[in-house]
């Protein structure tokens, strides 16, 4: 949006694949709809003959987490996409791989409807990737034939995969006008643990890089034994806290602490994490 209104941006984010699905709508949107169709077509000349060795790709450690979230034919066959998307230019291969992406979790057994990690197995059926590659490809050049402007624009832009805290390190002093930013949300959902599988396939990071957010401000993140020591600490430090915080952290306390059933553990935290989020 900055970027049609001529405007120089800077963007930075922690997820590596949302740094990535936006340099690919950057790129389609800085294009004429020749060069778009071009490069849907490109894409879609792909096929599945190449031979994989998924040692050959993965770390162990990542492998084994991927086989139990895979089938081994289905995880093959996006590695072979992955492989031949990465070996075309730039453009080309910045908007397949974020086309790819969307079809990681259908492909997997996370079950639909579940943003936590959740099981549901599935069977290989051949060809069954491709077809949603293709699928994905037609529904994204449908929808860019229907919003492209015919005055496309020059990108003027820069994406950093980091934190706000980090920006010092590529931004100047004084050159900002202005920042838009979503808020620290309190119980934020965990995006790169929602989007772990899509990091693993792609080769953006391992378990490290996906723990990131758990010390952020806002994630809802937090074992039992940490929640204790956090309501330990509030009920040392809670006059410092204005009364209206307290009264909410109270009130929640008196509907989710004791026990009470049908309140799951995300609940029962939920005073403890209002507690760190203030």
């Known amino acids: 949006e900055a970027l049609s209104l001529n405007h120089r941006v800077v963007g930075f984010d922690i997820n590596p694949l949302s740094c990535l699905i936006t340099e690919a709508k ?15 077509q490109e894409l879609k000349k792909l096929d599945l003959p190449i031979s994989i060795i998924l040692e050959e790709v993965y770390e162990t450690k990542v492998l084994k987490y991927l086989r139990l979230w895979f089938n081994e034919e289905d995880l093959e ?13 730039v453009k080309t291969r910045t908007v397949g791989l974020a086309i790819l992406s969307d079809i990681i979790n259908p492909i997997s057994y996370q079950k639909e409807s579940e943003q936590r990690p959740k099981k549901d197995v599935r069977d290989y059926i051949v ?18 034939e229907s919003t492209i402007s015919p005055q496309n624009f020059t990108p003027d832009s820069e994406i950093y995969n980091v934190t ?8 100047d002093d004084s050159s900002v006008d202005i920042i838009v930013t979503s808020p620290p949300y309190f119980t934020a959902m965990p995006y790169l643990i929602a989007d772990r599988l899509n990091l693993f396939v792609l080769g953006m990071g391992g378990k490290s890089e996906v723990m990131k957010e758990i010390g952020m401000i806002g994630s809802r993140e937090v074992t ?6 956090l309501w330990s600490e509030y009920q040392k430090n809670k006059q410092i806290l204005p009364d209206s915080v307290q009264d909410l952290i109270e009130l929640t306390s008196a509907n ?3 026990g009470k059933e049908g309140i799951g553990q995300r609940r029962k935290v939920q005073p403890e994490l209002l507690y760190r989020y203030f």
Not at 26 to 40: E, G, P, Q, V, Y
Not at 133 to 142: A, D, G, P, Q, V
Not at 164 to 171: C, F, G, K, P
């Open 127 to 144: 060809g069954e990737t491709l077809r949603l590659f293709i699928s994905k490809i037609e529904k994204m050049s449908e929808r860019m």
């Open 164 to 171: 706000y805290l980090e920006s010092s390190r590529v931004i």
């Open 256 to 258: 989710f602490h004791g």
């Open 224 to 229: 039992s034994r940490e929640a204790s020591k």
């Open 26 to 40: 950057i790129a389609l949107n800085s294009m004429n709809r020749n060069s778009m169709n071009n490069l849907f």
């Open 77 to 89: 066959d996006l590695v072979a996409l992955r492989c031949q998307i990465e070996a075309l230019p």
